[in-house]
């Protein structure tokens, strides 16, 4: 078999085999074929497509080019849950420990934030103390003890997405749906959980940008899951508005503890009350009216929130910080933002509030940048808001003053004022099982 023929045979639109597509997985894995053919494949599948059929072997070579995460000890009880990445999104520290203190085994990793989205990995490691390294081995145990575990990507967990990601983020082959899902994907089934949520993110914040869009890369996902054994559902949900009051690493942190001490905002509030219902419905069967009231019960009363006490605890992190979130590191340098004229927030690009987060320092622009955990950004007004000129609307934080005023200038692109309210849109647009 020649990776040649392979390219030759896609070049044309033509399927290839399972064996073909193992040989290119495997090759490229290991350095036997080399950068300029592995991108003509992937050119020739940017332009020609995949199949299911293809996307799903796809996946489950990826999957298979490094370590396999054994979950079995723990049945069916494991779950996962992801997010295709926006502004704002701190759901997995809300989700996981409210499934978790239900009974469900929570073993998740986590990666971090690159361009306008922000990352689980690094709000984790706002909290002084907190280890997102744990071994395998320390991994598991922790899962087994307390049912929870929130740590950064192994090294070898589908090693051959890091490296086809890294070539196609240069050859411009980003944008294809089964290269997008079956990157996502392969990570997700080489962690080993039986169940697996997707929260698809559509939007100005999201990679997809449309309700369609997003649809055909959940169906995608759900059906790649369902073909390598997983029990899996996604919800399609809105990205044209920062997800939450607080965007960037320690704030929020400590929106997360708002709402695991059953407050904070109504919106985020919800959409981890439906992420967490999709997940217990996948592990106990459970209707979606009784999966909601139980997540509901976690949050009311408490046992979410000293679950995810308990995780922080395991893991090396500062409790205090937990109980007193005011104690978590906040910006010296601040700019309050006004309206600069009265009306209603029309719309909110996620997009350029999310990059003017980058710019205070909450984010990175490559692999590799620093990270200001205090750096963020805190909105007071959101699409369909009335505002008045003059008044505040949003502040901005960072430990470098030098950045608030190129902060600012793209935080204000972001937003369009009009004298009439615009439509709601739903906060979940479909979910798919």
Do not use: W
């Not at 390294?133 to 320390?138: G, N, Q």
């Not at 997940?279 to 909601?292: D, N, Q, R, T, W």
Request: proline share 2%; charged share 25%; net charge neutral.
């Amino acid at each position: 078999m020649r990776i040649y023929d392979i390219i030759e045979k896609k070049r044309d639109g033509n399927k290839l085999s399972k064996e073909e597509i193992s040989f290119f997985v495997n090759g490229f894995t290991r350095g036997e074929i080399s950068k300029e053919q592995a991108s003509a494949l992937l050119m020739a599948v940017f332009i020609r497509g995949m199949d299911e059929e293809e996307t799903v072997m796809l996946t489950e070579s990826m999957a298979r080019s490094g370590d396999l995460l054994d979950l079995s000890a723990f049945g069916n009880m494991t779950a996962d849950k992801h997010s295709t990445g926006g502004v704002g999104d701190k759901t997995s520290l809300i989700v996981a420990p409210v499934c978790a203190s239900l009974g469900i085994k929570m073993a998740k990793m986590s990666g971090r934030g690159l361009g306008h989205t922000g990352g689980t990995v690094d709000k984790l490691e706002s909290i002084p103390g907190y280890r997102v390294d744990l071994t395998v081995s320390e991994f598991l145990k922790q899962v087994e003890n307390i049912g929870i575990a929130l740590i950064g990507q192994t090294g070898n967990l589908a090693p051959a997405d890091k490296k086809i990601y890294a070539l196609r983020d240069v050859t411009a082959t980003v944008d294809n749906i089964s290269l997008i899902a079956s990157s996502i994907m392969s990570k997700k089934i080489a962690a080993g959980a039986k169940n697996i949520v997707l929260d698809v993110k559509c939007g100005s914040g999201a990679f997809m940008k449309t309700p369609e869009d997003a649809e055909k890369l959940a169906r995608l996902m759900v059906k790649i899951g369902k073909s390598c054994g997983r029990s899996t559902a996604a919800l399609i949900t809105n990205m044209d508005i920062p997800l939450g009051s607080y965007i960037g690493n320690s704030l929020e942190i400590k929106e997360a503890v708002e709402i695991l001490k059953n407050g904070g905002d109504k919106t985020l509030r919800t959409l981890c009350v439906e992420l967490s219902a999709a997940i217990i419905s996948l592990v106990f069967g459970k209707s979606h009216e009784e999966a909601v009231n139980d997540a509901e019960k976690a949050l009311n009363t408490g046992i979410a929130f000293d679950k995810f006490k308990e995780l922080v605890s395991a893991q090396g992190g500062d409790i205090s910080v937990i109980d007193n979130p005011e104690l978590l590191p906040v910006g010296q340098y601040q700019k309050d933002i006004f309206a600069k004229e009265s009306g209603y927030i029309v719309s909110q690009d996620s997009r350029k509030i999310g990059e003017a987060s980058v710019i205070l320092g909450a984010g990175r622009e490559k692999y590799g940048d620093p990270i200001d955990c205090s750096a963020g950004i805190m909105l007071l007004k959101k699409t369909g808001d009335r505002v008045s000129a003059g008044k505040k609307t949003a502040t901005l934080y960072t430990s470098d003053k030098n950045r608030l005023e190129a902060a600012a200038e793209m935080f204000n692109e972001a937003f369009k004022i009009s004298k009439t309210a615009p439509e709601t849109k739903p906060l979940i647009f479909e979910k798919i099982v």
